[in-house]
T-cell receptor, first 111, second 111 residues
Framework: DVKVTQSSRYLVKRTGEKVFLECVQDMDHENMFWYRQDPGLGLRLIYFSYDVKMKEKGDIPEGYSVSREKKERFSLILESASTNQTSMYLC??????????FGDGTRLSIL | QKEVEQNSGPLSVPEGAIASLNCTYSDRGSQSFFWYRQYSGKSPELIMFIYSNGDKEDGRFTAQLNKASQYVSLLIRDSQPSDSATYLCAVGFQGAQKLVFGQGTRLTINP
């Protein structure tokens, strides 16, 4: 079974804070993804990475950055959190030309 | 702009009947097609994927793909109350490396 571990299920932060969301895999898969999911807007891709230190912007990268220093870990960073970044954040991974599998998600609230 | 369209529902089906979920997509270059099931408050779970025209069956689930009509569907036979969930259609580009998701169809199976 594909195992995708997100560091927190629920997180509450204040506006202006720097926020780190972590995603860890033990499958040695190349591709890792960060999405956010909002009611009425569906799942939207923020960033993805296809190798260590490689990243590519998704559809909504503004206000976010990512880091992939090791193959098994992909971090999403909110540089200065704002209330409109309150959302469900989902990490996914896939092997080469394989379907994506999701972690349990982090429900982030920015107050 | 790549688009994936689903009827948001809710779709209500009696227990034991066939549930039919539909999805259309805009880009003829799409290569891979996925169905995810998402229970309320949970993350999406992959249930089917299909790459070639025709039908693909897995237990009670059948995925159907018609590339000429840009149409993909999911049939659930012998529907059970546990099938009540939101079903997300996703269309893949660059292999399966990039997915565009539909808004999802909420399915309710009535005992």
């Amino acid at each position: 079974d594909v195992k995708v571990t997100q560091s927190s299920r629920y997180l509450v932060k204040r506006t202006g804070e720097k926020v780190f969301l972590e995603c860890v895999q033990d499958m040695d898969h190349e591709n890792m993804f960060w999405y956010r999911q909002d009611p009425g807007l569906g799942l939207r891709l923020i960033y993805f990475s296809y190798d260590v230190k490689m990243k590519e912007k998704g559809d909504i990268p503004e206000g976010y950055s990512v880091s992939r220093e090791k193959k098994e870990r992909f971090s999403l960073i909110l540089e200065s959190a704002s209330t409109n970044q309150t959302s469900m954040y989902l990490c996914a991974l896939s092997g080469s030309n394989q379907p994506q599998h999701f972690g349990d998600g982090t429900r982030l609230s920015i107050l | 702009q790549k688009e994936v369209e689903q009827n948001s529902g809710p779709l209500s089906v009696p227990e034991g009947a066939i549930a039919s979920l539909n999805c259309t997509y805009s880009d003829r270059g799409s290569q891979s097609f996925f169905w995810y099931r998402q229970y309320s408050g949970k993350s999406p779970e992959l249930i089917m994927f299909i790459y070639s025209n025709g039908d693909k069956e897995d237990g009670r689930f059948t995925a159907q793909l018609n590339k000429a009509s840009q149409y993909v569907s999911l049939l659930i036979r012998d529907s059970q109350p546990s099938d009540s969930a939101t079903y997300l259609c996703a269309v893949g580009f660059q292999g399966a490396q990039k997915l565009v998701f539909g808004q999802g169809t909420r399915l309710t199976i009535n005992p």
